[in-house]
């Protein structure tokens, strides 16, 4: 049984370029959860996605947008990137909308 | 927002000695999940607790959940090298919200 997937593992962009990444949630998972994790700090809440829906949103700007696709698969995209993007993105799927979540091993992305 | 502190930062212990870490929310929680993060990883589900006063037990690990639903604490007895990483707790806030709020964890670091 597949756990999370997440691609690319690292990246590589420039600042006010485009990026995409991709998960692919755990079998029976129908639930997508992003988080940006800095370094030495806690996974913050990016947004989570739910019926192809966007069902919650934090604290972050339009910049960083995503999508849900009918096979449960989901993608985060920022725009306009800046320095302070560099994190390791995790996703995490989950069973219901407040159940555990389980991540993936993230993308590690830096912006110069 | 919803805030969750979480201390300490960071702990070293003997192997063999005990460990605590506490985690405190700002507002009243509908549940509180632990996370643990080994050095390079992603956060793996440990526990979740639900109910006010919750005690739950996994092997040399207490969880409680405080009867306030606001705070809660991770006991760990007679550590082993094996339990080296960061521990997260994360809250769930009230009815209707489904964002999940790290802590920003607490790194420990057991000496052989």
Redesign the interface.
């Known amino acids: 049984d597949a756990g999370v997937t997440q691609s690319p593992t690292h990246l590589i962009k420039t600042r006010g370029q485009q990026v995409t990444l991709r998960c692919s949630p755990k079998s029976g998972h129908d639930t997508v959860s992003w988080y940006q994790q800095a370094l030495g700090q806690g996974p913050q809440f990016i947004f989570q996605y739910y019926e192809e829906e966007e069902r919650q949103r934090g604290n972050f700007p339009d910049r960083f947008s995503g999508h849900q696709f009918p096979n449960y698969s989901s993608e985060l995209n920022v725009n306009a990137l800046l320095l302070g993007d560099s994190a390791l993105y995790l996703c995490a799927s989950s069973f219901t909308q407040v159940d555990e979540q389980y991540f993936g091993p993230g993308t590690r992305l830096t912006v110069t | 927002?919803q805030q969750v502190m979480?201390i300490p930062q960071y702990q070293h212990v003997q192997e063999g000695e005990d460990f605590t870490t506490y985690c405190n929310s700002s507002t009243t929680l509908?549940?509180i999940?632990w996370?643990k993060q080994r050095p390079g990883?992603?956060?793996?589900?440990l526990i979740?607790l639900v109910k006010s006063g919750e005690v739950k037990k996994q092997k040399r690990l207490t969880f409680q959940f405080g009867e306030a639903k606001k705070n809660s604490s991770l006991h760990i007895t007679a550590t082993q090298t094996t339990d080296v990483g960061t521990y997260?707790c994360?809250g769930?806030g009230g009815a209707g919200?489904?964002?999940?709020?790290?802590?920003?964890?607490t790194k420990l670091s057991v000496i052989p």
Not at chain 2, 41 to 45: E, L, R
Not at chain 2, 97 to 105: A, C, V
């Open positions: 927002g979480q509908s549940n999940q996370y990883g992603h956060p793996v589900f979740q997260f994360a769930l919200s489904y964002q999940l709020t790290f802590g920003k964890g």
